[in-house]
């Protein structure tokens, strides 16, 4: 029922930027912390940026700090990313992640979009 759909990625020059978008459908009462992850050929995917449902409190990976910014709008249920000076070795298929609790007392579940590829070139 849960679907995470990203969208905005694409091919773009070094330097340049982009915003990426993951909606969230489905029944969704209570959405907690959401995040973006990203995964290289031949690497692991690794945490890009995360934050929290209420608070606001961010975390970034070091390599991305001071160059992406991490948003989300509850109403809309959706998360965004503003890369900007994007470098080459951004270069990835960028993954929306949501933890989600169906009832109040429930545990949260973590949800998976289906990715988005951005490629930087030189």
């Known amino acids: 029922q849960v679907q995470l759909v990203e969208s905005g990625g694409g091919l773009v020059q070094a330097g340049a930027s982009l915003r990426l978008s993951c909606v969230v459908s489905?029944?969704?009462?209570?959405?907690?912390?959401m995040g973006w992850y990203r995964q290289a050929p031949g690497n692991q995917r690794e945490l890009v940026a995360r934050?929290?449902?209420?608070?606001?409190?961010?975390n970034y990976a070091d390599s991305v700090k001071g160059r992406f910014t991490i948003s989300r709008d509850n109403a809309k249920k959706a998360l965004y990313l503003q890369m900007n000076s994007l470098k080459p070795e951004d270069t990835a298929v960028y993954f929306c992640?949501?933890?989600?609790?169906?009832?109040?007392?429930?545990?949260?579940?973590?949800?998976w979009g289906q990715g988005t590829q951005v490629t930087v070139s030189s």
């Open positions: 992640n949501a933890d989600i609790r169906a009832t109040y007392l429930s545990i949260s579940q973590a949800y």
């Open positions: 489905g029944s969704t009462r209570y959405i907690d912390d």
């Open positions: 934050i929290s449902s209420v608070v606001g409190i961010t």
